[in-house]
């Protein structure tokens, strides 16, 4: 081989290497929590939106994240479920502000405080993209009606019902606790119906401590149901042990094991994916989460994933600006499992009256609450702290002042 033809074939292989490294680089590599039937939708969102995406998932977001960050292996973006997290990231300077984006359309399109929760020092960090309505409780209509039960409007009925269930030979609730977070939703739900809207957020930011009146009757008054191993499926070492998703599947098998079940709305298509018999307002329903205290009403609590960018590249801008439009929403609402916060987005849109029902309990709420532990620090709220400490009182009921006090010393030292 002469001189040029070596120097032309040195000169294609190098053309086609960083043609391949371009191509690389043109996918949006994002790390989140996200699988299954939601990771499946998100990627025909992003598909729409003409980008490539490369999804990393995991259960312990914050710990990779650390890690990354550690060895400066960052992704483009994160989906953060946790608006602590968010804010702490960004006065750290990790993360880029979402200046591109149009102010008038975000404000057209969102509530002020979606865009307050996501900012920081007067900057837009994070865009809330999926919303969840976690103050609802799911049943199967069919055997409520074959066992002649009738929803229940105020806690003290829904705790009626359950010791109805057990007298018949029924197990009455299926909880998962293996990983913490679901159980956190409980205590917010109770805590807002017995302590109300003013005491929650002092709670949130440390102004009431662990110990006080108020956190202890939100355990004890969830007590009612997880300090009595009768009224779980499979106990407290059964509950312990299992996943949401699994609990979940225990009341809408065929066969039901457990006949209430209490979590976000984004269970429901987890469940009729899994579970093919199921129909969304056949077999699956849910009622509101009832208050407790009647002067409290009735609030609801939601939480949000936000989408946050360490990297701002022209295909990073290009997938947030899609995803923050109505279309992004709009599209995601019609493939199921996705309840939008975007003001302009009809509720026509939903594939269902399970969602739309959630939906518009979302819109028109008189109280609207974020999830508390998605708010505190992320040592206070998370793994390590009050999911754990749920974990350890289901466990233990008896050692609710020794929980509470270790959760005091944790958030005394965060705060």
């Known amino acids: 081989m002469n ?19 371009g191509t690389k680089s ?33 259960r312990d977001l914050n710990s990779l994240l650390e890690t990354r960050l550690r060895s400066e292996n960052v992704p483009d973006i994160a989906i953060l479920p946790n608006p602590a997290k968010l ?33 920081y020092a007067g900057k837009l960090y994070g865009l809330f993209y999926k919303a969840a ?21 105020t806690w003290s009925k829904l705790m009626a019902l359950s010791k109805k269930m057990l007298a018949a030979g029924k197990t009455p609730w299926s909880i998962g606790a293996d990983i913490g977070w679901p159980l956190s939703d409980w205590i917010e739900n109770i805590m807002a119906r017995t302590s109300g809207e003013k005491n929650y957020k002092k709670w949130i930011e440390h102004e009431i401590p662990w110990t006080s ?32 998703q699994n609990a979940a599947f225990a009341v809408f098998r065929k066969d039901p094991k457990a006949y209430l079940y209490y979590e976000g709305d984004f269970i429901s298509g987890i469940i009729t994916q899994e579970l093919k018999h199921v129909k969304l307002g056949k077999n699956i329903d849910f009622f509101p989460f009832p208050p407790i205290d009647p002067k409290h009403g009735n609030p609801i609590i939601v939480g949000a994933d936000a989408l946050a960018a360490f990297k701002l590249t022209k295909n990073v801008k290009k997938l947030i600006t899609y995803l923050a439009s109505k279309k992004a929403h709009e599209q995601w609402v019609k493939l199921g499992g996705f309840i ?6 009809s509720l026509k849109n939903y594939p269902d009256y399970v969602s739309r029902k959630s939906a518009k309990m979302i819109s028109s709420a008189k109280v609207i609450l974020f999830d508390a532990s998605d708010l505190m620090h992320p040592a206070v709220g998370n793994k390590g702290g009050f999911w754990d400490a749920c974990k350890r009182y289901i466990q233990s009921p008896d ?8 959760m005091e010393r944790l958030a005394v030292k965060h705060y």
């Open 399 to 406: 050692k609710l002042d020794e929980i509470l006090k270790d």
């Open 340 to 345: 939008s916060h975007n003001r302009n987005v």
């Open 26 to 58: 043109d996918a949006v590599s994002i790390i989140g929590t996200w699988g299954g039937t939601e990771l499946r939708n998100f990627k025909k969102v992003c598909a729409s939106a003409g980008v490539k995406i490369k999804f990393e998932t995991t």
């Open 133 to 153: 309505n976690k103050s609802i409780i799911w049943y199967n209509p069919q055997e409520f009606k074959k066992h002649g039960w009738k929803i229940p409007k």
């Open 213 to 244: 009146p108020d956190v202890k009757k939100a355990f004890v008054t969830w007590g009612e149901i997880v300090s009595k191993k009768d009224f779980l499926y499979g106990g407290r070492d059964g509950t312990l042990a299992s996943s949401f």
């Open 3 to 21: 001189k040029k033809n070596i120097t032309l074939s040195i000169l294609f292989i190098l053309v086609i290497a960083l043609t391949s490294c």
């Open 87 to 119: 804010l702490s990231l960004a006065k750290r300077g990790h993360l880029r502000p979402l200046s591109f984006l149009s102010k008038k359309k975000l404000t057209r399109d969102y509530n002020s405080h979606w865009l307050k929760m996501g900012s």
